[in-house]
């Protein structure tokens, strides 16, 4: 089944014309002659779950706004930063009226008469596709006072980001759309009550937002049926990392995941086995090659100790060490902290810190441990889940690769010269433990 | 450590962490519009971005975009105009220009070529071609910034990097003198490699679409906007009823048959 693909190479899909020969726009037409609160029971019935990374109802976000006559808003979330994750790319840059569509859809059900799409400013050619497509569906009428002869106003600004992953993050995108630095906020409030210039907010995320045309077009209950019961629908898999055919690719959610690696993305090299793969953009603990005849849904994922998020699987053969793999996830998030909560700004330091110390060989295995309760200790205690987003993965990688990293360790300290990292001697009955890391 | 974020002492990445501050200096105020000379066209276009939205203060980013390509980067000369035109001091707007990556309130090469050195594009050899651009345009920094960058979004080409805002790949260190060398002529970079002409890598895509998707590079116009129109015209000949638009149920390709 492909419902966001299916026509996505279409030549000239970016233009308004081609757009709605495709049959665009019609389901706005459909969602307009419904009513708001018709057209929110369509989306709650589809179950359509956020594709951004956090998996929350879509549906049930919208209902959470308040009513009244206040100014409400839309934010698009198109800042994807995640790494491993591409697919809002290739939505804005080939079919971005659909979005705008579902974008208006969206803003009708939920109340908002102001909205925005956040995108990050690296994606400047699909900033300048978007743009072009907003102002003609503004042209068109799709756009304004009055869309369409119903009582929806809207308006739609395209803002650039400029560089940071945290602005991904509701919050801190709301602040980095004020015009601040993108520090996320405390929570509660949620957005849906007080989010972007204090007003209600409702943001989602590209993917989310594309679907939605289709499923008013279709009907919530008829896309309830696509996938799992509980992941209902199609969703975008980036693929990357070590495997032969990288990209974007439309699954039903609940495929198996081998499927995915080897069916639609080719494995990896000849030769090579799937050692670890991240099943939901950096951020998500990884898996190892014995998961992979998981079913690739949210629920399954949670279930394993890691999570759909994005839908970036990265793919990690036998030929590359997870000490790598370790340094650049948490240098990574080292860069991108915000340095607002201290366990995450100093945690992530820590965390890069100590891994080059493995890289190097000054580390002991006993590092890892305390690489390990550092990681614990990020968990949790901080505004937003950046420090948890290294932590995770991270403290994953430790515990379930501990044999390579020590086995790293003891090779680079004798690369290095420094001997056994764990005096072979066992504790004295009474007397000193021997020092350890200083046996040379 | 990757070249990628520049650390002073103890971590820190603001440069000046350890300086004292001048107490007796006065902090600096919203510039005054009677003596501060404006760029009349940055001017036009912050004021323009302001007018976007319910708040002002929202076209901080947009506005020093602005002034970093009017002026080549946020020099303290750039940031007064900003912030005299914003009606904002200039601590403020540099407390938001060294939260970006892509703000760079220091001078920088005119072309900037951020590499991503992310995951994806770490294991499959992109530090090699970082060095190897960074050597190729060693002797030349006025023109090119050439830097590490976090995770571009393009993990399907990687390794890859963005080139003035054209993402190539994939690459090799080997690219690295074509890529300067297109740059310097004006000319388009690896134009048979820019992500923007690649097809979508799933192979059961494009079910609606008439005969097969087109092969990778064989696009004859990448779909840059305006020109969209020509080739909408160019394929506007092919009928397409609306029934087989938005039909989700007659497409029902076998998903399994592939492995």
Not at chain 1, 95 to 123: D, V
Not at chain 1, 156 to 176: F, P, Q
Not at chain 1, 401 to 425: D, Y
Not at chain 2, 41 to 48: H, K
Request: hydrophobic letters at 40%; aromatic letters at 6%.
């Amino acid at each position: 089944v492909k419902i966001l693909f299916k026509d996505i190479d279409e030549p000239g899909l970016n233009t308004l014309e081609v757009y709605e020969r495709r049959g665009g726009y019609r389901d706005l037409r459909k969602a307009l002659s419904m009513t708001p609160d018709a057209v929110l029971h369509e989306l709650e019935t589809s179950n359509l779950r956020g594709r951004g990374g956090a998996g929350f109802q879509m549906g049930k976000k919208a209902s959470f706004l308040p009513k009244g006559t206040m100014d409400k808003y839309l934010v698009c979330n198109a800042d994807e930063s995640e790494p491993g994750t591409f697919k809002d790319r290739e939505l804005m840059q080939k079919n971005p009226h659909q979005l705008i569509e579902g974008m208006i859809i969206a803003a009708y059900a939920a109340g908002t008469n102001r909205s925005f799409i956040y995108i990050r400013g690296e994606y400047q050619q699909q900033a300048d596709i978007l743009e072009n497509a907003i102002a003609e569906a503004a042209e068109a009428g799709y756009i304004g006072e009055r869309i369409l002869g119903s009582d929806l106003t809207l308006s739609l600004v395209l803002h650039r980001g400029a560089g940071a992953y945290i602005c991904g993050e509701e919050t801190a995108l709301l602040d980095s759309l004020e015009g601040k630095r993108g520090n996320p906020r405390l929570k509660p409030p949620f957005p849906a009550n007080q989010g972007l210039y204090q007003g209600p907010t409702l943001i989602n995320n590209v993917e989310t937002l594309s679907t939605v045309p289709h499923v008013i077009g279709m009907g919530g209950a008829e896309y309830a049926k696509i996938g799992t019961e509980t992941s209902t629908g199609t969703k975008l898999v980036s693929v990357s990392g070590t495997v032969s055919r990288p990209g974007n690719y439309e699954i039903v959610l609940g495929t198996p995941v081998r499927e995915i690696v080897y069916g639609l993305a080719g494995g990896p090299p000849e030769g090579q086995t799937v050692k670890a793969f991240f099943p939901g953009g950096s951020s998500s603990p990884v898996l190892t090659g014995d998961d992979l005849d998981l079913a690739y849904d949210f629920d399954t994922m949670a279930k394993a100790g890691s999570m759909l998020g994005s839908g970036a699987i990265i793919v990690i053969d036998d030929s590359v060490s997870m000490v790598d793999v370790a340094l650049w996830t948490a240098e990574f998030y080292r860069h991108e902290s915000c340095g607002k909560c201290t366990p995450c700004r100093e945690g992530t330091n820590w965390t890069v810190k100590m891994l080059e110390r493995v890289e190097s060989g000054l580390a002991t295995p006993m590092d890892l441990d305390i690489m390990a309760s550092v990681c614990e200790q990020i968990i949790g205690n901080c505004l937003c889940v950046l420090g948890d987003a290294m932590a995770m993965p991270v403290g994953s990688m430790i515990e379930k690769f501990r044999g390579e990293f020590e086995e790293h360790i003891e090779h680079a300290r004798e690369r290095a010269g420094l001997g056994v990292s764990l005096p072979q001697v066992e504790p004295q009955e009474g007397g000193p433990y021997p020092a350890a890391g200083v046996a040379a | 450590v990757s070249p990628a974020v520049r650390r002073f002492e103890h971590g820190s990445r603001v440069p000046g962490w350890d300086e004292a501050v001048d107490l007796a200096k006065d902090p600096a105020k919203v510039p005054d519009p009677a003596t501060t000379p404006v760029d009349p066209d940055l001017r036009a276009e912050i004021v323009a971005h302001m007018a976007k939205y319910p708040d002002h203060r929202s076209a901080t980013i947009p506005a020093l975009a602005a002034a970093q390509r009017r002026f080549g980067w946020l020099s303290p000369e750039a940031m007064e105009q900003v912030a005299c035109v914003m009606r904002l001091t200039p601590a403020y707007l540099d407390s938001v220009a060294t939260f970006y990556d892509m703000l760079e309130t220091e001078p920088k090469g005119r072309h900037d070529v951020y590499v991503c050195t992310n995951i994806s594009c770490s294991m499959l050899g992109a530090r090699p071609v970082l060095d190897a651009l960074l050597e190729a345009t060693e002797d030349d920094r006025e023109d090119f910034n050439v830097r590490a960058f976090e995770c571009l979004g393009a993990c399907d080409i990687a390794p890859m990097a963005s080139v003035d805002g054209v993402y190539v790949g994939p690459l090799e260190p080997g690219d690295a003198e074509a890529i300067v060398a297109a740059v310097r002529a004006g000319r388009e970079v690896l134009p048979d490699r820019q992500l923007i002409r690649r097809p979508v890598a799933d192979p059961q895509a494009n079910t609606a679409v008439p005969g097969p998707p087109a092969a990778f590079g064989a696009l004859e116009d990448p779909p840059v906007p305006p020109a969209g129109a020509e080739a909408a015209a160019a394929h506007g000949a092919q009928p397409m009823t609306d029934d087989e638009t938005r039909e989700p149920g007659d497409e029902q390709t076998d998903d399994e048959d592939d492995a």
